[in-house]
């Protein structure tokens, strides 16, 4: 099986922040790798996808990056909306065996 | 506008069967390039992809759950079920149902409903 790591598990940042969260898998994975954010009491919402594709509607301050084992979703600048918990999950298994990492919850310094 | 609702009952004793439903508006479930899954959250930890199926039926499940889990199709309904037998305090989770873009390089879940809450508990 594929595992997925975060880092850091947690993070404190303010507004208007520059944020990267890591996410590295166990084996290359190619470019599949998605990011969501969930907020409390709320489902995951789909922010990239492929790595590095923004998904429709998502704001132009995430951004991701990275291929094979090591990647980042980075957020520009904070904005009080995003503090939340981020997922990264692998969908490279096939046939259809997907993981994800194991959150990193985004905290208001 | 595509919209997902899970259902199904809250508390479940060990050792039974849960079971939920997934019904879709907004869009059909016969539609290709798209699976639908189940993805589970224990209170306060991460997320578990539990399984996948295509309208055809074509079904795919993760390993570790593989033997006690079944997913199915109701295509008429748009619809589609978890079955988890012989339940335990492990398996209380926040159970959400999930559509998977499978194309090219997307491969993604795109669309989720609200997510139910399950109990195990007698």
């Known amino acids: 099986d594929i595992q997925m790591t975060q880092s850091p598990s947690s993070l404190s940042a303010s507004v208007g922040d520059r944020v990267t969260i890591t996410c590295r898998a166990s084996q290359s994975i190619s470019i599949y790798l998605n990011w969501y954010q969930q907020k409390p009491g709320k489902a995951p919402e789909l922010l990239i996808y492929a790595a590095s594709s923004l998904q429709s509607g998502v704001p132009s301050r995430f951004s991701g990056s990275g291929s094979a084992t090591d990647f980042t979703l980075t957020i520009s600048s904070l904005q009080p909306e995003d503090f939340a918990t981020y997922y990264c999950q692998q969908s490279f298994s096939t046939p259809h065996m997907y993981t994800f990492g194991q959150g990193t919850r985004l905290e208001i310094k | 506008q595509l919209q997902m609702q899970e259902s199904g009952p809250g508390l479940v004793k060990p050792s039974e069967t849960l079971s939920l439903t997934c019904s879709v508006s907004?869009?059909?479930?016969?539609?290709?390039?798209?699976?639908w899954g189940w993805i589970r959250q224990p209170p306060g930890k991460g997320l578990e992809w539990i399984g996948n199926i295509y309208y055809r039926g074509n079904t795919y499940y993760n390993p570790s759950l593989r033997s006690r889990v079944t997913i199915s199709v109701d295509t008429p309904k748009n619809q589609f079920s978890l079955r988890l037998s012989s339940v335990t305090a492990a398996d209380t989770a926040l159970y959400y149902c999930?559509?998977?873009?499978?194309?090219?390089?997307?491969?993604?879940?795109?669309?989720w409903g609200q997510g139910t809450m399950v109990t195990v508990s007698s």
């Open positions: 907004g869009g059909s479930i016969s539609s290709s390039n798209y699976y």
């Open positions: 999930a559509r998977h873009v499978g194309s090219g390089n997307y491969q993604a879940f795109d669309i």
